[in-house]
């Protein structure tokens, strides 16, 4: 991805979710040089990786596979004494992207319909090899327990949310024709680096081409920007 997509998609969610009252952490809204004057205090946010996250994926069409994350609050999965032991993020898409197929391991998440649009949610079991399956799939959505059939559509309305435990492979993003969409996320402590496992080819952070200044530092690369 280009540094000035990153940039722009930042600007875009800024307004988008403001316009839906919602506010990030203050160190969300920090320059990067603001980032470098405030270095000895961010311990935490840079090893729970609080902060922007914005990937295609390596797909190079950010418009169909990408979105924009912001992990709020974290922890660290081999050492509790570091931050919560739960995690927190906001994923906001525009419409006609999606996340890719993937699931999780250690991570059970709520995802949550914030605001925006409906939610389209496609759900398969994996097998423990990563082999995805043709079973049933049960959820629970909202403290209700559904079971769809392995890949069949699943909308979740604002205020609405469903339940992924481990091995539930998933894809979403806006159902096309309801607009960009506000998604929340509740789960386990989250370790982007080792808990995703992708049904299609990807690579979890994106390479950036830098072709202007970054207006904030994502949060897989503190230690290289913010040197």
Known sequence: MKRSEINQAIKWTKDFIAANNIRLPEFAYWSPDEWKANASKLDVIRKVMLGWDIS?????????????????RNGLVDDPSVGVPYCEKLIVMKEG???????????????INRAGGDLQVFLWNASKDGKQLSTDVHVFM???EHVFKAGEE?????????????????????????????????????????????????SRFAAIDE?????????????TLLR
Not at 158 to 187: A, Q, R
Request: with cysteine; aromatic share 10%; proline share 7%.
């Open 56 to 72: 295609d994926f390596g797909s190079g069409d950010f418009a169909r596979l990408g979105a924009v994350l912001y992990t709020i």
């Open 97 to 111: 992207q999606r996340l890719p197929n993937h699931y999780h391991v250690y991570k059970t998440e709520d995802i």
């Open 142 to 144: 909202d403290g209700i």
């Open 154 to 202: 699943i909308i979740v309305r604002k205020g609405s949310s469903i339940s992924l435990t481990p091995y539930i492979s998933h894809i979403f993003g806006p159902k096309p024709g309801t607009g960009d969409l506000i998604v929340g996320e509740v789960s386990r402590v989250n370790d982007d680096n080792t808990d995703n496992y992708f049904l299609e080819p990807t």
């Open 211 to 223: 072709d202007e200044p970054a207006i904030h530092p994502l949060c897989n690369e503190y230690e």
